[in-house]
């Protein structure tokens, strides 16, 4: 069965790479100027924000929760990123991932994720500090507030980085445990510098983002074999996870 676990997880992280050929951002290729930066920045806010695919209830002491994760993000300015990658068309954006999360006691969760956005030839990694105020039990749900971070690598043009402040709450039925939240994120954007060296770069300046989001989900625990699928609208743009692994 672990083997099992490794080979899906395998399969979903491999869909994730080999859909598309990765292409630079070239922001001197991006057409409408900063509009089109502040579009373009608000689209990776959303796709690169930490997005924890777990219930709100806490692991509890060194309990785990690690897998493997595709998210796909559907952007909301497809023809801005088209022209910043050179492609006729960007519909999806898909990231494989690598997430961990570790119990801790006092309700204090911590968690770490690395991603690949290969579309775009870049890749990031964040964590987050998540403390279950409301533990839950068989009559009340977990309730819990999470600080998040993420920090882009890679894009020789552009650089971002974000921070997001979340609530959720989660209520386990059996081996299913359904859970929603909102949030905020808060990003910067700033062209590189890289891109500021070129002979005649185009004018575009630091773009800050604030995005509000909100998220439902389910865990499913067999044991074994963990599931998690979570859909998340930040900003504009809509997100579609789903994470096999261990949970315990």
């Not at 068309?89 to 911590?110: E, N, Q």
């Amino acid at each position: 069965m672990f083997k099992k676990t490794l080979l899906v997880g395998a399969v979903l992280a491999g869909l994730g790479m080999q859909s598309v050929q990765a292409a630079a951002i070239d922001l001197n290729s991006l057409t409408g100027g900063q509009a089109a930066f502040k579009a373009l920045s608000e689209d990776l806010t959303s796709a690169l924000s930490y997005k924890a695919i777990t219930p709100a209830e806490p692991l509890g002491i060194l309990g785990f929760d690690v897998g493997a994760e595709l998210t796909l993000t559907k952007p909301a300015n497809d023809d801005k990123w088209a022209s910043a990658i050179g492609e006729s068309s960007v519909s999806m954006l898909p990231m494989p991932k690598l997430h961990a999360h570790l119990g801790l006691p006092f309700g204090i969760d911590v968690g770490a994720v690395y991603s690949n956005l290969s579309v775009a030839d870049i890749s990031y990694f964040g964590g987050e500090l998540r403390y279950s105020f409301v533990g839950g039990n068989t009559l009340l749900p977990a309730v819990s507030v999470r600080g998040t971070m993420t920090k882009m690598s890679g894009a020789d043009h552009l650089d971002l980085d974000t921070k997001g402040l979340e609530l959720s709450i989660s209520k386990g039925f059996l081996m299913i445990t359904p859970y929603a939240g909102i949030g905020q994120v808060w990003a910067t954007s700033k062209p590189g510098a890289t891109f500021k060296a070129l002979p005649a770069p185009a004018t575009l300046s630091d773009v800050d983002v604030s995005q509000s989001k909100w998220f439902v989900g389910a865990n499913i625990n067999m044991g074994l074999m963990n599931f998690a699928f979570e859909t998340d609208k930040t900003g504009d743009a809509s997100s579609y996870s789903a994470k096999v692994g261990l949970r315990f």
